[in-house]
């Protein structure tokens, strides 16, 4: 399995980014995709994950009401709509690909990843 992320950026606190997970190869017949990030000096945190199949998703709480995860079976993506940004979301962000149905939290977890996108929000 191959991820491959974009969509990061530049913006100025209060706005939107959308971030984009390609995911190819070949996938379980279900999995979760997560989307992880690490600040400068931090440990990388768990935001959000979201089933293939069910499409349940879990939210860290620190995004709930301004991340929205979202996907797309048929084309393989996943997407990370974020809205409200603030200057202490800036990280690198990471998708994630579990080859099984439950939404984990821990990094370790999770068996193969994306190479990151650095989203800077601005105060």
């Known amino acids: 399995v191959q991820l491959q992320a974009s969509g990061g950026g530049l913006v100025q606190a209060g706005g939107s980014l959308r971030l984009s997970c390609a995911v190819s190869?070949?996938?379980?017949?279900?999995?979760?995709m997560g989307w992880f990030r690490q600040a400068p000096g931090k440990e990388r945190e768990f935001v959000v994950g979201?089933?293939?199949?069910?499409?349940?998703?879990h939210y860290a709480e620190f995004v709930k009401g301004r991340f929205s995860i979202s996907r797309d079976n048929a084309k393989n993506t996943v997407s990370l709509q974020m809205n409200s940004l603030k200057p202490e979301d800036t990280a690198v962000y990471y998708c994630?690909?579990?080859?099984?149905?439950?939404?984990?939290?821990?990094?370790?977890?999770?068996?193969?990843w994306g190479q990151g996108t650095q989203v800077t929000v601005s105060s």
């Open positions: 190869g070949r996938t379980s017949s279900g999995y979760v």
């Open positions: 979201i089933t293939s199949n069910t499409g349940g998703t």
């Open positions: 994630a690909y579990r080859a099984d149905t439950a939404i984990h939290y821990q990094t370790e977890k999770y068996d193969y």
